[in-house]
């Protein structure tokens, strides 16, 4: 799952690196959430293009805004998954980031927040879906989804699942209108074990309102209390011999 990400490229660097057309002037971001605008590139008209859209998919056809948030798609059923079939054969997306976040339970203390990155410390894209809603009133929403596929062994002791990362060589198929199922399907994998690290970070992260560079800075892990020993009960000597 990725439920948080941070993505700190500056402008000029994020065009160059993705190649769009645009000039945002999208502020760095170390703590992105669910339902907040999120930067993608898309494919349009043969070139690459600069979205903002709202971090949490609506399908193009629901009637109303769903309960639950769609922030995830998974790749082993997003060719079939009414809510990102059409997404995925139509509306694919890079989501630029620097790093995601995933939380570990460690005894009974609070979870464990880290910090996924690249160890090279370089941006990456992380495969995503993207739609268009209207409302009943005619207001239309851009949203979109992270493809998630199984943890590689890097991830797999703090989580089962990971973002899909794209290969800067895939970025053409996933977003070419005229790449088959078959092709896209073969992206959808885990990153190389040797391409992330992972850090321990504070948990100031989990409240969405922190913001700022301390957030993916390497901070000691959580303390966890030792559990108390169970008291051991002196045995009733009253119901001795009833049988």
Known sequence: MCGRYAI?????????????????????????????????????AGQRRFMLVRWGLVPSWAKEMPQSLLINARAETIAEKPSFRGAFRHRRALMPA???YEWKAE??????????????GASFAMA???????????????????????????????????????????WDIWLDPAASEKELL??????PDDL????????????????????????????????KPRSRKSPDKRQMGLF
């Not at 073969?186 to 990153?191: D, E, M, S």
């Not at 970070?201 to 957030?215: E, F, G, K, Q």
């Open 8 to 44: 700190t490229l500056p402008p000029k660097a994020m065009r160059e690196l993705f190649g769009f057309l645009d000039e945002p002037d999208f502020p760095p971001r170390y703590n992105i959430a669910p339902t907040q605008p999120v930067p993608v590139v898309i494919r349009e």
């Open 186 to 191: 073969a992206l959808l994998r885990p990153a």
């Open 107 to 120: 005894g009974k203390g609070p979870k464990q927040p880290w910090f996924i990155r690249r160890r090279d």
């Open 196 to 227: 992330l690290e992972a850090i321990s970070v504070s948990t100031r992260i989990n409240r969405a309102a922190n913001d700022d560079p301390s957030l993916i800075e390497r901070a000691e892990p959580v303390a966890v209390a030792p559990e």
């Open 128 to 170: 995503a879906l993207w739609e268009n809603w209207m409302d009943p009133h005619g207001s239309e929403l851009d949203t979109c989804a992270v493809v998630t596929t199984e943890a590689n062994a890097t991830l797999a002791p703090i989580h089962h699942r990971m973002p899909v990362i794209l290969a800067e060589k895939d």
């Open 98 to 100: 620097d790093g995601f």
